[in-house]
């Protein structure tokens, strides 16, 4: 079946780094997505790593994926305030439907 | 990017009313689009897929005679919610797909309440 999951909630000090964690269990998946929600708002697409890749950095973000485990995992480097939202991962099936993790709540204070 | 609008933002509607939500994409043509429902703190659950000038394919469980869905246009794709209800009330999203791509660009959602 298709399930992913995700820890409910993050804390971390401005300017540290976040590390964001995501399981999965559809070995088929063919891409993996990291997206931001703000509250009240739809989703902003972060990033995402095609699944034949370990991993992929883009500014302060780093996606690492580890198929083997179903682990897939985003750290933000140098979180700020502005990173406060929910994170969703989420992975593409048969090319055609996402399906979403539980999300993530990240609060970041000073 | 491309941008993926919704309308309307929010609406609030008596029991028993009917309901309809737009989804346009405005700088590209959306062959797929999809619905979303979204809970309070919980995650997006997939409703329909839809392609334009198709029927649209339901998700196990969503009832298609109460969650009309119409995609007449590569532009356009509209979702009625017939005879709401209280536990209709939600985050609705959709999102908006070209053709030969995989990434889904997001609507800012409309969040429905049903009194």
């Known amino acids: 079946g298709e399930d992913v999951e995700q820890s409910l909630f993050l804390s971390v000090r401005e300017g540290d780094s976040s590390v964001i964690n995501c399981t999965y269990t559809?070995?088929?998946?063919?891409?993996l997505y990291w997206y931001k929600q703000e509250p009240g708002a739809g989703l902003q697409l972060l990033t995402y790593?095609?699944?034949?890749?370990d991993m992929k950095q883009d500014q302060r973000l780093t996606v690492l994926l580890n198929k083997k485990d179903k682990h897939l995992s985003l750290r933000i480097a140098d979180t700020q305030t502005g990173d406060s939202a929910i994170y969703f991962c989420?992975?593409?099936?048969?090319?055609?439907?996402?399906?979403f993790g539980t999300g993530t709540r990240l609060q970041v204070f000073p | 990017g491309a941008v993926v609008s919704q309308h309307p933002s929010w609406v609030i509607c008596k029991s028993g009313t009917s309901v309809k939500i737009e989804c346009r994409s405005l700088?590209?043509?959306?062959?797929?689009m999809f619905w979303y429902r979204q809970f309070p703190k919980q995650s997006l659950m997939l409703m329909a897929t839809?392609?334009?000038?198709?029927?649209?394919?339901?998700e196990q469980g969503v009832e298609k005679d109460k969650f009309l869905i119409n995609h007449a246009s590569l532009t356009l794709s509209t979702l009625t919610v017939t005879s709401a209800h209280p536990e209709d009330s939600s985050f609705y999203i959709c999102?908006?797909?070209?053709?030969?791509?995989?990434?889904?660009?997001f609507g800012p959602g409309t969040r429905l309440t049903v009194l």
């Open positions: 839809s392609n334009e000038g198709s029927k649209a394919t339901y």
């Open positions: 559809d070995s088929s998946s063919t891409y």
């Open positions: 989420a992975e593409s099936v048969n090319t055609d439907k996402l399906i």
């Open positions: 790593i095609f699944s034949n890749m």
């Open positions: 700088d590209f043509q959306a062959t797929t």
């Open positions: 999102s908006a797909r070209g053709l030969g791509v995989y990434e889904q660009f």
